[in-house]
């Protein structure tokens, strides 16, 4: 397998003075390039801690995380900014939108931050893919919530990242809307050869995935 994301023996706790919570308990994961997985699991049981885990939002307690092969603990904070900007895509329950700019400023944001300038080809395609051509120059506060995440969704897109984290993404949308923008998020993704690992806690979009992983108290069960 061609793998793009493997972790070794994860294992995460939260301390604080009073309790302490064992959030992963030995998590050995290896995630194939180009391929879609969903994470699903109960209420507590680690998949938001495992995707901030992954992505190298949060460290964990012990074990390692290897992005190509590569340990991400040996990247200072500084560059895992730039390595998570250049590489990784994310999609949250929370569009996270900037108000003050509009669609298509949103969209080129993280490419700008990281000095590069938008490939007009590639933007035009993303900008069809997500049939978001005529909502250019909306802002935030007039798009219907599908409408923000599919602007989400070709901001993480169009850094060309390797891979794409999505939490919950469509929780915030009802049934029809979240089934649509969840298919134009595999379509994009599968079109652009990016890894997709969602977290999710619905079935029915957990089976739209290639490979599914259960979680149950920070164990991976199936
Ligand atoms: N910052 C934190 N400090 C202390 N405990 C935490 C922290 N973040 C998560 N936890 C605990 O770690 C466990 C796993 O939490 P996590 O958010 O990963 O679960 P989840 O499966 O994503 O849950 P949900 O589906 O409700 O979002 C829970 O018991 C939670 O209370």
């Given at each position: 397998m061609d793998t793009i994301l493997k972790t070794e023996n994860i294992r995460k706790t939260y301390e604080s003075s009073s309790v302490k919570v064992n959030a992963l308990n030995g998590i050995d994961l290896e995630f194939a390039k180009g391929r879609f997985y969903s994470v699903i699991g109960r209420s507590g049981s680690g998949k938001s801690t495992l995707l901030y885990i992954l992505s190298g939002l949060d460290q964990p307690t012990e074990g390692k995380v290897c992005f190509e092969g590569k340990?991400?603990?040996?990247?200072?904070d500084g560059e895992m900014a730039i390595f998570r900007r250049r590489h990784m895509g994310f999609v949250f329950?929370?569009?996270?939108?900037?108000?003050?700019?509009?669609v298509l400023e949103n969209i080129c944001m993280p490419v700008k931050l990281d000095q590069r300038k938008p490939d007009p080809e590639f933007l035009h395609t993303v900008l069809e893919t997500l049939g978001l051509e005529d909502k250019q120059k909306k802002y935030a506060s007039e798009l219907s919530g599908g409408e923000q995440q599919r602007v989400a969704i070709a901001r993480s897109i169009l850094s060309k990242p390797k891979i794409i984290f999505a939490d919950?993404?469509?929780?915030?949308?009802?049934k029809k809307t979240a089934l649509e923008t969840l298919e134009l998020l595999i379509e994009s993704a599968k079109k652009f050869g990016q890894t997709l690992i969602m977290v999710t806690h619905d079935l029915e979009v957990a089976r739209m995935s290639e490979v599914v992983i259960t979680i149950e108290d920070g164990r991976v069960i199936g």
């Open positions: 340990d991400l603990s040996e990247y200072s329950q929370q569009y996270n939108l900037m108000e003050e700019y509009n919950e993404p469509t929780g915030n949308l009802d």
